[in-house]
Nanobody
Framework: QVQLVESGGGLVQPGGSLRLSCAAS????????IYWFRQVPGKEREGVSC????????SYADPVKGRFTISRDKVKNTVYLQMNSLKPEDTALYYC???????????????????RGQGTQVTVSS
């Protein structure tokens, strides 16, 4: 059974950092891409970042490029999203999701998934 559990969200001041974790179970990261999305009530979900099943390909949405870094630990079957220089507009529910794929990560505008986690809230405010 595929399961994704996020953690690491919270309240942080502008300019601060957070590291989100996505613990995966029921499948191996070497077959599935992992995506991070974010959702603000009343708005469309936004693809944030992707790491490919091979680990050799990543992609980022333009608003987070240079500030966010996606990585993974195959031993722990966990994917991380390091978020630096956070801005109030980064406030959202962040969730990880997965889709079986052997290709490189697509453009963030066309991320899609088969399974997703419940999410962790990130609030950037002074």
């Amino acid at each position: 059974q595929v399961q994704l559990v996020e953690s690491g969200g919270g309240l942080v001041q502008p300019g601060g950092s957070l590291r989100l974790s996505c613990a995966a179970s029921g499948f191996t990261l070497e077959v599935y891409h992992i995506y991070w999305f974010r959702q603000v009530p009343g708005k469309e979900r936004e693809g944030v970042s992707c790491i490919s099943s091979s680990g050799g390909s990543t992609s980022y949405a333009d608003p987070v490029k240079g500030r966010f870094t996606i990585s993974r630990d195959k031993v722990k079957n966990t994917v991380y999203l390091q978020m630096n220089s956070l801005k109030p507009e980064d406030t959202a529910l962040y969730y990880c999701a997965t889709r079986e794929s052997s290709f490189t990560c697509p453009n963030a505008a066309i991320y899609n998934y088969q399974y997703r986690g419940q999410g962790t809230q990130v609030t950037v405010s002074s």
